[in-house]
């Protein structure tokens, strides 16, 4: 018997075998361990930009210890001391000269993990990139800049919205009771600013057009999972791993870039199912389409079978199969194709 699951037209045997297919089609584990790379190389250039904003926004000092605090409870103690170390060092001798000197090149350094991300979706969705290179840099470059503010401000607004509640507990006598109740209340709080930055890009790095929801299978599905992941490779590589006795002094970064691999595997994932899904829906795009309605090209002029550039720069899709991908309209820009087992 047929048991579906999405809109009645997906079984879960189906979208296993379809996750199963697109992970192979698309490289998943070769493109996590890319963007494992590149997340390494903006982390710092990140924290470093986050540093410098910090020095202009109140409770900054706290905010950074209760940002240190949650990443404490989560992070792998090694990869953890690679981040403290320079946070703190970074958080104690504010630097404001760079948000004149240098900040150019350290967001350009932040922002290539953002873009790496976007190249990884295009190749979800299975569409070439046809925006501008400068519409894609500017995206990645505000995409960075949003994202350190929505830390920085989520973490002053806990702290704020902690103290705030514990003074008027204290006048209620209940002080007590809600310490205990906020520090539960914390981590769904955490979860749902992580699953709101994951929301956002999915909806604003592929080259598709989409509505914004902020509740997506990709995203619910992928932060729970990043969660769990985070925890259970915390707790391996704090009790069972020997990093630094096979790494030397390079543990504490090598169980970094593990787990940079593990979050970008898992939402990489989030993203093919968000296009596995659409794709079976009866308002979705088609694998290959950039908008609903729109057909798409034919399976030899599609990313999934050209190099992966395609999925990077309008320049590279201009030289495959079939050219660049032309700017969306009103028409379906490719005749109607076939079913592809895509």
């Known amino acids: 018997m047929r048991t579906s699951f999405w809109h009645g037209r997906l079984s879960w045997k189906e979208f296993l075998k379809d996750v199963y297919r697109e992970y192979n089609h698309d490289n998943v584990s070769d493109t996590a361990a890319i963007l494992g790379y590149y997340f390494v190389y903006s982390l710092f250039p990140f924290l470093f930009f986050l540093a410098t904003l910090a020095a202009y926004i109140p409770h900054v000092q706290v905010s950074m ?14 990869a953890m001391h690679v981040i403290d170390k320079n946070l703190r060092s970074l958080v104690e001798r504010p630097r404001p000269h760079l948000l004149t000197v ?35 840099e500017l995206l990645a470059f505000g995409m960075t800049i949003g994202g350190a503010a929505v830390v920085l401000f989520g973490i002053a607004a806990m702290v704020a919205g902690g103290d705030l509640g514990l003074w008027v507990a204290g006048r209620l006598h209940i002080a007590p009771a809600y310490v205990f109740v906020w520090s539960w209340l914390r981590w769904p709080v955490t979860a749902l600013l992580i699953m709101s930055c994951v929301a956002i890009g999915y909806y604003l790095l592929p080259d598709v057009e989409q509505e914004f929801k902020f509740i997506t299978p990709g995203s619910a599905l992928g932060t729970l999972v990043w969660l769990l992941a985070t925890w259970g490779f915390s707790q391996y590589a704090g009790h069972f791993g020997s990093y630094n006795v096979t790494f030397g002094s390079i543990g504490g970064v090598v169980v970094l870039m593990t787990w940079f691999y ?44 050209m190099p992966p550039g395609a999925a990077k720069s309008a320049d590279v899709a201009a030289e495959t199969a079939g050219g660049a991908a032309p700017p969306p309209g009103p028409t379906a820009p490719y005749p109607p194709a076939q079913d592809h087992p895509r």
């Open 65 to 78: 210890e209760t940002l240190l605090a949650r990443a404490h409870a989560l992070l792998p103690p090694q």
């Open 102 to 136: 240098g900040l150019a090149g350290t967001l350009y350094s932040a922002s290539r993990g953002v873009d790496a991300v976007r190249r990884a979706l295009n190749l979800a969705y299975d569409v070439k990139e046809s925006r501008r290179f400068w519409r894609t």
């Open 262 to 305: 593990i979050t970008a595997f898992i939402f990489i994932m989030g993203g093919e199912i968000n296009a596995i899904l659409e794709a079976a829906s009866d308002e979705g795009k088609a694998s290959g389409a950039r908008a609903p309605g729109e057909a798409p090209p034919p399976p030899s002029q599609r990313p999934s079978a």
